[in-house]
């Protein structure tokens, strides 16, 4: 959430904040709710001293104190739910370098890296690749889970796991602390997170067990430090970790509804760090450095771009994306994306660290996609397709996976 001091303060900014991120917040009904709940509150704490020095002799007015305060406590806590409702709706305000913009097609694309792989045969979209070679089946998932499933088989399931190896070599080296997380975390948690008040069609929610499936580990590794106090010494604090996650896609109805590039279960490796907030823009740089890099290292081309206002998430206050070279689709898909969430997160989650001068403040968090599993197992097949059918292994893989193609599901 934001600092309610900022809203007090400095409203119209907060309004400007809600109106670059499409967020239509009544940020004058927030500040009335506010002031209510503050004169409610100053009410009741009146009374109450007054109470405290009311001698034996003031019994009547004693007893009119307390029914006073009885009428108005349940009045004060409808103006508290009402004002939390209202106040947490709040998204996080982007910071001043970010592009303002409505929607997607506002991003600006950064950089692009890497030539586009050239082949002297017509490049193939990757499900008929690996369809042919049977090492992805959409079919037969579908008729045991629906649409937006699908089974790897073979290599592939290898070459996930290649993934997941390389990822974690490249992050220990910067300090990161492997972890594998919980996939199903309490409501609380989640809310805390910052994507329940816009966007809550997307997460399935197990209402007799009250436990949300993440649809990111950042879901699960944001709530570790909850309503704990960092020493400065210790920060930055950094994790990587992987995770199965799960989507409904409830905004993306007709939206590559074949294959696995947008599907309700998939595999992840998410890198979250806590900072101090004097630190955030470089961890920034420094995560997206490491996607990069993990880019480069499988060779595959692909543009940075930076999103904005209008395109980001509510706890999001600066997000770059990466988009890699599809050959098989013509066209840049998204593989990873990075964004700084200052304080937002921080403050709902009551994660604070202490300076060296003993004050406490809240810490900033950031997250970033290492790799999102199926998009990068997409981008490899399509970027070293064969013209006979077969898939080379990126070079930097092939010592996790032992094998330097992939020919079917049975090349073992």
């Excluded at 370098?97 to 950089?111: A, F, S």
């Excluded at 602390?177 to 996939?183: E, H, Q, R, S, T």
């Excluded at 944001?222 to 990587?240: C, M, S, T, W």
């Excluded at 998009?375 to 006979?388: G, P, S, V, W």
Aim: proline share 4%.
């Amino acid at each position: 959430m934001i600092d309610i001091k900022l809203l007090r303060e400095n409203p119209e900014k907060i309004k400007k904040a809600c109106e670059n991120k499409q967020a239509n917040i009544d940020i004058d009904k927030v500040l009335e709710m506010d002031k209510k709940r503050r004169t409610l509150v100053q009410e009741i704490e009146n009374m109450r001293a007054r109470q405290k020095k009311m001698g034996k002799e003031q019994i009547e007015e004693a007893k009119e104190l307390k029914n006073k305060i009885k009428e108005l406590e349940p009045e004060l806590e409808k103006t508290e739910k009402e004002f939390s409702e209202l106040f947490l709706k709040i998204p996080n305000l982007p910071l001043d370098n970010v592009i303002i913009g409505k929607n997607e097609t506002e991003n600006k694309t950064l950089r692009e890296e890497g030539e586009k792989t050239k082949f002297d045969f017509k490049p193939k979209d990757y499900l008929e690749i690996a369809e042919a070679l049977d090492i992805i089946d959409v079919k037969r998932a579908a008729k045991v889970s629906g649409a937006r499933f699908g089974y790897l088989k073979g290599d592939l399931p290898l070459l996930e796991l290649a993934l997941i190896q390389l990822a974690m070599d490249i992050a220990r080296k910067e300090k990161f602390v492997p972890v594998i997380p919980p996939v199903m975390i309490k409501p609380e948690m989640m809310k805390a997170m910052g994507y329940v008040e816009r966007g809550g069609d997307e997460i399935y929610y197990f209402d007799k067990d009250y436990l949300y499936l993440i649809g990111t580990s950042e879901q699960s590794i944001g709530p570790l430090h909850a309503n704990e106090v960092f020493e400065e010494k210790d920060l930055p604090k950094r994790y990587i970790a992987f995770s199965t996650c799960f989507r409904r896609e409830a905004g993306s109805y007709g939206k590559d509804t074949k294959g696995i590039l947008r599907v309700h279960q998939f595999d992840k490796v998410e890198m979250f760090v806590f900072c101090k907030p004097e630190d955030s823009l470089s961890e920034h740089k420094l995560v997206l450095s490491i996607e990069e890099k993990l880019m480069q290292e499988l060779k595959i081309p692909y543009r940075v771009v930076d999103i904005c206002t209008g395109d980001l998430g509510d706890p999001v206050a600066a997000k770059y994306d990466i988009e890699a070279w599809m050959p098989g689709q013509n066209e840049y898909r998204e593989t990873h994306s990075t964004s700084n969430c200052t304080d937002y997160q921080a403050r709902r989650l009551n994660v604070k660290y202490k300076r060296e001068d003993g004050k406490t403040e809240s810490v900033h968090t950031l997250n970033g996609t290492a790799f999102a599993i199926g998009r990068t197992l997409i981008a490899i097949i399509e970027n070293y397709q064969q013209k006979d059918g077969s898939i080379k292994v990126p070079k930097v893989l092939q010592k996790y996976i032992g094998i330097k193609e992939i020919k079917s599901s049975l090349t073992r």
